[in-house]
């Protein structure tokens, strides 16, 4: 018996029907948001002047530390094609640092945009951060996006970097390259370059002969709260023990005592020449050995309060990073931290602090 096709065809024709979704077009209200007419995109956790999550930097004197602040407008743009509903903004900042001034909770028709204002207060010295929140029904979920900002100490009576023509600009020990910024002379630190890199007897050579004691040498105070110290140690000459090492770090100064390994008692932080780690009297694996003919980097990031190490091998050109090697250092009571130089000398050593 045939059977004609044309008989199942309706069937067929109802089922597709059945089968094919029906197809909306939908409408979403979306969120974007600008700093000085820049884009900011969500998530985004790097920092910028030119979109203003970078807020730049104040200067305060000590008795007046929240005297100078700074704020920055931010715009918040419905570049979709259905109202955007903003419901909330708040700051993710848990030292309270900054403040919104000016919100743009509400609804925002097709493009329509707000004003959103955030002051950064200036409570403290140093480097401040938070990250901004805006809740919305926009369907990718939440916005975010962290801003900073500086506060750094100033109790000179012309504060740095104002008067360039002032021999007390950059305390005599830089060159003023822009408004409050110093450009500091060979072997000084510091926002208004007023460290100078020595060891304590006010020389950049550390000098041993036949001690046979771990003798410490103490290295320039590290206490500026905006500043990434980055100190090299030349190793012109080094004659060792057998199973001793040279020990380079972080420390309490003064220490309990100037006979040890940098790192041997609490809060302190060395980096010994066989390339491992010590501190609170426990090593551990790191890096690359170090010797005569040998430079190390100390980079001490103050505001992000990290420690890590670099070493230029003798006859080379380059820096080998080591990494990160502590975070969150911390003086004893009543001290403060300095660079430290351990070493035990067999017969002729000399370390010498170099640019």
Request: hydrophobic share 35%; glycine share 8%; net charge negative.
């Amino acid at each position: 018996m045939r059977i004609s096709r044309r008989t199942h065809l309706p069937k067929l024709l109802f089922l597709i029907t059945l089968l094919i979704p029906l197809v909306e077009t939908k409408v979403d209200g979306r969120l974007e948001v600008y700093g000085n007419f820049l884009t900011i995109a969500a998530n985004n956790s790097s920092f910028s002047a030119d979109n203003y999550t970078d807020f730049g930097t104040v200067f305060n004197r000590t008795a007046s530390v929240d005297y100078t602040q700074l704020s920055r407008t931010f715009v918040l743009v419905n570049g979709g094609s259905s109202n955007l509903v903003i419901s909330e903004i708040r700051l993710e900042d848990e030292q309270n640092f900054f403040d919104i001034t000016t919100s743009a909770v509400g609804t925002l028709s097709p493009n329509e945009s707000a004003e959103l204002v955030i002051n950064f207060n200036s409570r403290a010295f140093g480097l401040a951060f938070a990250e901004v929140v805006i809740e919305s029904n926009d369907p990718n979920g939440s916005f975010r996006f962290f801003i900073r900002a500086k506060n750094v100490e100033c109790n000179s009576t012309k504060c740095f970097g104002k008067l360039p023509s002032d021999p007390t600009v950059c305390n005599s020990f830089g060159t003023c390259i822009g408004q409050n910024t110093c450009s500091c002379a060979p072997l000084y630190a510091g926002t208004n370059c007023q460290t100078p890199i020595r060891w304590n007897d006010g020389n950049t050579l550390v000098q041993a002969g036949h001690d046979f004691s771990p003798r410490i040498t103490i290295g320039p105070e590290l206490t500026d709260p905006n500043e990434v110290y980055r100190i090299k140690v030349a190793i012109n000459k080094l004659s060792l023990f057998q199973d001793t090492e040279v020990s380079i770090g972080v420390g309490s100064s003064p220490p309990g005592d100037l006979a040890h390994d940098i790192g041997q008692i609490d809060r302190e932080y060395g980096y010994l020449s066989s390339g491992r780690l010590y501190s609170n009297g426990v090593h551990s694996d790191y890096g690359i050995g170090y010797g005569e003919g040998d430079v190390v980097l100390i980079i001490y990031d103050l505001p992000q309060n990290k420690l890590s190490f670099a070493v230029k091998k003798a006859g080379t050109h380059e820096f080998l990073p080591q990494g990160e090697a502590f975070t969150g250092l911390i003086a004893r009571p009543g001290k403060s931290l300095h660079l430290m130089l351990s070493l035990t000398c067999f017969g002729e050593c000399e370390l010498e602090l170099v640019d």
